[in-house]
């Protein structure tokens, strides 16, 4: 277990002074409108019975606070219809819960919830508990012209995510990428720039306060050799622009856990440290910062064995850390080694992440090949998931399961 059983009491009292239910007692679910924060008596677990039923039920894992949507979100609407499969084993987010983490969870994105075959698998709990929306909480998804928000898609997956019981990462406030041209090419002055992204980030944070669990409030901010990316956000504020996104989405939502969020720090290198140089800037001038998420996109044969050490130099700085958008590309048509070698490699990744005191959670980015970005970006390269295209478990399934025993 990740967690000392001190810890797990205390994590059950804690965050709210709230009521206790007795056993049999309603802890959760669309519709129910007790407090968020509300604990099982001692000796009960808040167990996902449906969608519309959590009930304090006898066990010893301590409740999460899953709060109903604010106001300004539109209220929950039931996933697609249709059974769902069979769940191998207890399923990869029982498990990980088992084993001391938050959560086991997936991306996905708007296009694919009209597809009930992968809904049924995304949509099961015990499988998936936490839903990262790929785009379409993006800025040019939520601001594609300045000051006029939309939140249709981000909306649709927080609702798909809360009527299942799932817990949501924001992804993303601040991102030289997927930016639209009205931020990019402006020229904005460095005064303006910064009252653009305290409204960015502001508007969209609080827009899901309360029921976001962590947001990756800046994305990838380091080149590889790591320099500063320059962007506009660099090039108009210097590294100022971090802590102006970071104090921004903490007043617009004092509960979210506030994440950095960066790939290829997953091993020693200038990337690495120039991070971690970073977070403890931050921290030593009390800028509000709770997170650091390795993505973790890999190649098959390649993870590397130093994540736990990375991630735990990290945890010494006073901040938690996720696997944020792990996968684990080959070349296509995947050969039988490559995905035995995968399954080895995905164990790796849990293993190591389950071995890192800290390391709260892990997110597929996405979880079957059907839907993985690889391909339209790596040409020849793919089968990254741990379902495959036809949303059938591959080896990795099993490499995943055996990381968290
Ligand atoms: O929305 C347009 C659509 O209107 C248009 O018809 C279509 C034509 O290609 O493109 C659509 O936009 C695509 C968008 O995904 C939504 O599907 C973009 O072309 C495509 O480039 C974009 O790719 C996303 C990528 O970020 C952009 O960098 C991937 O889906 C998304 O999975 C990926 O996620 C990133 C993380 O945010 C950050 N870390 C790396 C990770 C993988 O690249």
């Known amino acids: 277990m990740k967690f000392t059983a001190s810890f797990i009491a205390l994590l059950s009292v804690v965050p709210f002074a709230a009521a206790q239910v007795a056993e049999w007692g309603q802890c959760g679910g669309i519709g129910w409108t007790g407090q968020c924060g509300t604990t099982c008596a001692a000796g009960l677990t808040c167990t996902v019975i449906n969608s519309y039923y959590f009930q304090c039920l006898p ?4 409740l999460e606070c899953v709060p109903p949507p604010t106001s300004s979100v539109p209220t929950s609407t039931a996933s697609s219809p249709g059974s769902s499969p069979t769940v191998s084993g207890s399923g990869l987010n029982a498990d990980a819960q088992a084993a001391g983490f938050k959560y086991f969870g997936s991306a996905t994105d708007n296009n694919e919830l009209s597809d009930t075959a992968y809904v049924n698998i995304l949509k099961v709990p015990s499988q998936f508990g936490q839903i990262t929306p790929a ?12 000051g006029q928000f939309t939140f249709t898609g981000g909306d649709q997956i927080y609702n798909f995510a809360k009527a299942n019981g799932q817990i949501v990462r924001g992804h993303n406030c601040v991102w030289y990428n997927q930016l ?26 609080s827009h899901y306060k309360g029921g976001i669990y962590a947001w990756d409030v800046v994305n990838e901010p380091f080149n590889d050799d790591g320099t500063w990316r320059t962007d506009v956000f660099y090039n108009t504020l210097g ?35 120039s991070l971690l140089n970073l977070v403890k800037s931050l921290k030593s001038q009390g800028t509000p910062l709770d997170g650091v998420g390795f993505q973790c996109h890999f190649i098959v044969g390649q993870v590397p064995t130093t994540l736990g050490q990375i991630m735990s130099q990290f945890v010494a700085t006073g901040v938690e850390v996720a696997v944020t958008e792990l996968d684990i590309r080959t070349t296509t048509p995947a050969s039988t080694s490559a995905l035995q070698q995968q399954q080895k490699d995905y164990q790796s990744v849990v293993s190591q992440c389950k071995a890192t005191t800290g390391c709260v959670g892990i997110t597929v980015w996405d979880y079957t ?33 055996a990381g968290f025993q």
């Open 369 to 401: 090949d059907k839907y993985s970005w690889v391909p339209n970006t790596f040409s020849g390269q793919g089968a990254a998931c741990p379902w495959d295209q036809n949303l059938v478990e591959k080896p990795a399934y099993q490499g995943i399961v």
């Open 135 to 146: 785009n379409s909480m993006k800025w040019d998804a939520t601001e594609p012209t300045r």
């Open 59 to 62: 066990g010893v894992r301590p």
């Open 180 to 205: 639209p041209s009205w931020v990019s090419n402006s020229g904005f002055n460095a005064a303006t720039l910064t009252s653009v992204i305290q409204t960015h980030c502001s508007t969209i944070v």
């Open 239 to 273: 590294q100022s622009y971090v802590a102006i996104a970071l104090n921004a989405a903490r007043t617009a939502d004092p509960n979210a856990k506030l994440y950095i969020n960066e790939y290829n720090i997953e091993y020693p290198g200038a990337k690495a440290t």
